[in-house]
């Protein structure tokens, strides 16, 4: 009957803080749709939106293989082609690409870089995460992962830093 109680505290827990995340990224899309709204950009370069693309279908492809399903049998289901999953994304990827372009306009404005501390700290996560998987450590030597992991670092500044003016803004 302990296990059970258990059981159910973890659930409880789990579910709490996936809808805190939720909730989360919900608030962060909503400030990023407004400062895009908001925004003027001139021509988006294709190869942005084109690389967007295609870093969204591979994300598609690696959720569907974690839940088992191959990429073949899913756009059979669908009955789409791989070009027609990418049209698909267009409006998404654009729209990711100018979240991507202001994040960066926003640190570089405000100075949001990661520190040593923050890359170690994010380092050392990822191999408490990854204990036993060799691949994992290797790859942290590597400088596009080290690239990867600060650009990661500094959109989470950023999203922290936009938060706290719009908090701000609300309170005026």
Known sequence: MES??????????NLEKEENQKAEQKTEIE???????????????????THEKQKMF???????????IEIGK???????????IHNDFAEQAAKRVKSALISRQVAKDNDLKPTKEDLDKEIALIKKTYPDN?????????ADVLDT?????????????LKEKVLESDKK
């Open 149 to 161: 992991l600060a650009t990661a670092v500094q959109n989470r500044k950023v999203i922290v830093w």
């Open 31 to 49: 400030i990023f749709d407004k400062i895009i709204k908001d925004s003027e950009f001139g021509e988006i370069p294709e190869v942005l939106v």
């Open 58 to 68: 591979h994300e598609l492809k690696d959720r569907l293989t974690q839940q088992g």
């Open 134 to 142: 060799k691949d994992v450590a290797e790859n942290l030597k590597r």
């Open 74 to 84: 899913y756009l059979k289901d669908l009955k789409k082609t791989e070009e027609e």
């Open 4 to 13: 059970l109680d258990k059981l159910k505290e973890t659930l409880k827990t």
